[in-house]
């Protein structure tokens, strides 16, 4: 996938949120655990479910939470590219959305 296929899907995803989405914000997976059991519901869609990855994973198009997390603080961020590096996900995102796989 090149750099303009990655800006094209950042996009298409951008204008999903934005159109309202709903996505499962909660629960935020509290432990390793709850971590765990959603990368494998994440890993039983099939890998060209976009949407279902985008809900499942909880996305929005803004920081969230009283600590207005985003994407560009997560451990899974690639500043340089805009793309989630979560094996799972694997997306191209912008830097102030989030996910409920989001860590530090």
Request: glycine share 16%; no cysteine.
């Given at each position: 996938m090149s750099i303009h296929d990655d800006d094209q899907?950042?996009?298409?995803?951008?204008?999903?949120?934005a159109q309202g989405l709903k996505t499962q914000t909660e629960p935020f997976p509290e432990t390793e655990r709850e971590f765990s059991q959603l990368l494998d519901e994440l890993n039983r869609l099939p890998a060209d479910d976009?949407?279902?990855?985008?809900?499942?994973?909880?996305?929005?198009?803004?920081?969230?939470?009283e600590d207005r997390m985003r994407c560009q603080e997560c451990m899974y961020y690639l500043v340089h590219r805009k793309w989630c590096d979560l094996p799972e996900l694997a997306v191209p995102v912008g830097p102030d959305w989030w996910c409920r796989l989001w860590r530090i």
């Open positions: 899907l950042r996009e298409r995803i951008g204008r999903m949120l976009l949407e279902g990855k985008l809900v499942l994973s909880g996305f929005t198009d803004t920081p969230y939470g």
